[in-house]
């Protein structure tokens, strides 16, 4: 069992450079969820995907964009990165949406600089 | 929004000693996860309460609701060091405020 896994671990970027991280999940989850994760923060929601073919947006979206690709995976993009970006990623997903109270499975994260 | 306080920020404790944190929230929670993240991984869940006032054991580990539904705390009995790492509380409420709130999170050294 894979649960959640997120491509690339690694990655560094030059300022205006573009980026798309992956997260797929095979434990036919309906919800998807991109957070970063910032020193003293905790995590932060970034996009999510209630099911697939819907996406809104979280507590901090501005300079990302996500695709629900299909059931499995959900993609964050960032368009033109800025060093504020520079974080820890984390995809989640959950098994059910509505009144549902199943809790989220976490990817391993993605470490992403910004120079 | 929602807010959750989560305390202490870091903590430094003898094996064996029994160790206690815990969230408070601004607003009412339907449901209170705690996570543990080791480094390099991602966040990895450890306890899911669901009712006001329940109390949920996971091995060395325990957990309650608050009756208030407004906090929640976690307990570890006899720490080990494998028990080193980050706890994070996380919190959903309900209608348009369902998604995660989390906590600033838990750093957690024990000591030989």
Known sequence: NAGVTQTPKFQVLKTGQSMTLQCAQDMNHNSMYWYRQDPGMGLRLIYYSASEGTTDKGEVPNGYNVSRLNKREFSLRLESAAPSQTSVYFCASRPVTGASNQPQHFGDGTRLSIL | ?112
């Open chain 2, 1 to 112: 929004g929602q807010q959750l306080n989560q305390s202490p920020q870091s903590m430094f404790i003898q094996e064996g000693e029994d160790v206690s944190m815990n969230c408070t929230s601004s607003s009412i929670f339907n449901t209170w996860l705690w996570y543990k993240q080791d480094p390099g991984e991602g966040p990895v869940l450890l306890i899911a309460l669901y009712k006001a006032g329940e109390l949920t054991s996971n091995g060395r580990l325990t957990a309650q609701f608050g009756i208030t539904r407004k906090d929640s705390f976690l307990n570890i009995s006899a720490s080990i060091p494998s028990d080193v790492g980050i706890y994070f509380c996380a919190g959903r409420g309900s209608g348009s405020a369902r998604q995660l709130t989390f906590g600033s999170g838990t750093q957690l050294t024990v000591l030989p």
